[in-house]
């Protein structure tokens, strides 16, 4: 279970405005119930706010559950190649209008089956949205729903002694004084880290203005790291 995916996914789907649900698809692959459980577990604690839902397409446990949150609006299945999109949507809408294929023998990668987007309409009234399988999707401009994704570390952030604080080495960093009481998963953290360093990459690349400020904010971290061995070598001399 790639905890680090889900969270990117989440990130756009907060930034597009759209009402993220976790769906842990196949969910009849892994029969014991504690161990189902523990990986519901583990992605709500990724996914603070988002409903997170087992769901078995091919026994119908937890379908119950996603229809009442589908409704009567638009929905969206993202995901990998092999995560059993298809298959849900079959499902939701109660007769086989998307072909699905197994996954991979060798390695138990998806097939790419889907290849164009397809509007479907529910029973519900609602329409779904299945598309084709993302092997790798980036994020751009994406700055509010990264900090969605992760509200806590976001929170936590407030109470760090510089408003700057890279959570890294910095005194007084909240966020890292509550990874060592173990109140905050280490795991956490650094993909929270990797998705800011990627959207604000991305930010600076798009934008001559934030661009301008990032070389400034380098070029004064540098100076100040210049200024401070002179002062040493004075010190010492």
Request: hydrophobic residues 40%.
């Amino acid at each position: 279970l790639d905890l680090g995916r889900v969270e990117r996914f989440l990130a756009l789907a907060w930034e597009s405005g759209a009402r993220p649900v976790v769906v842990l698809g196949k969910a009849d692959l892994v029969p014991d119930p504690v161990t189902r459980a523990h990986l519901v577990h583990d992605v709500e604690i990724s996914a603070p706010g988002v409903p997170v839902l087992g769901v078995s397409a091919l026994h119908g446990d937890g379908l119950d559950a996603l229809v009442a949150l589908v409704g009567s609006g638009t929905s969206v299945l993202l995901g990998q190649s092999g995560a059993g999109k298809s298959t849900l949507a079959n499902a939701l809408v109660g007769e086989d209008v998307m072909d699905v294929r197994a996954a991979r023998d060798v390695d138990g990668k998806g097939r790419h089956t889907t290849t164009t987007r397809n509007l479907l309409v529910l029973p519900s009234g609602g329409v779904l949205i299945d598309t084709p399988g993302l092997r790798g999707v980036g994020l751009f401009d994406a700055a509010s729903g990264v900090g969605q994704v992760f509200s806590e570390i976001e929170e936590l952030a407030e109470r760090c002694r510089f408003p700057d604080c890279a959570h890294e080495a910095e005194p007084d960093c909240a966020v890292c004084s509550a990874v060592d009481r173990g109140e905050l998963p280490a795991r956490r953290l650094e993909s929270y880290r990797k998705l800011k360093r990627e959207n604000q990459w991305i930010v600076a690349k798009t934008d001559a203005r934030v661009r301008a400020e990032r070389g400034r904010h380098w070029r004064r971290k540098e100076a100040e790291g210049k200024a401070a061995r002179e002062f040493k070598r004075a010190r010492y001399r």
